[in-house]
């Protein structure tokens, strides 16, 4: 299991930028795919973004393209979701996730998690 810890959340007005990182332990990180979910209150977890061991692939919710870019750095065993245009309806818990493989960049294939970090996104 790789252990993860999120980073980076915090209260932003509609229209601002966030970086979210996720340091990653345990488990080789340059081997797994990695990606990030969110949940709202009263709502289920969903799946935001996700990036292969080599960075050449990503899979995206719609809600997000174009406003949110995942991205990696192996050598730092950190994984980053840079957040732009951000929009009340993105505020939720953030979670930080590696998958059980290098490319499996579907939901159904993360099972690893962080603690999650708070991002809230005022009107």
């Known amino acids: 299991q790789l252990q993860l810890v999120e980073s980076g959340g915090g209260l932003v007005q509609a229209g601002g930028s966030l970086r979210l990182s996720c340091a990653a332990s345990g488990r080789t990180f340059s081997g797994n795919a990695m990606g990030w979910f969110r949940q709202a209150p009263g709502k289920e977890r969903e799946f935001v973004a996700a990036?292969?061991?080599?960075?050449?692939?990503?899979n995206y919710a719609d809600s997000v393209k174009g406003r949110f870019t995942i991205s990696r750095d192996n050598a730092k065993n950190t994984v980053y979701l840079q957040m732009n245009s951000l929009k009340p309806e993105d505020t939720a818990v953030y979670y930080c996730a590696g998958a059980n493989g290098p490319v499996n960049l579907t939901p159904r294939h993360f099972n690893s998690w962080g603690q999650g970090t708070q991002v809230t996104v005022s009107s």
């Open positions: 990036l292969s061991w080599s960075g050449k692939s990503t």
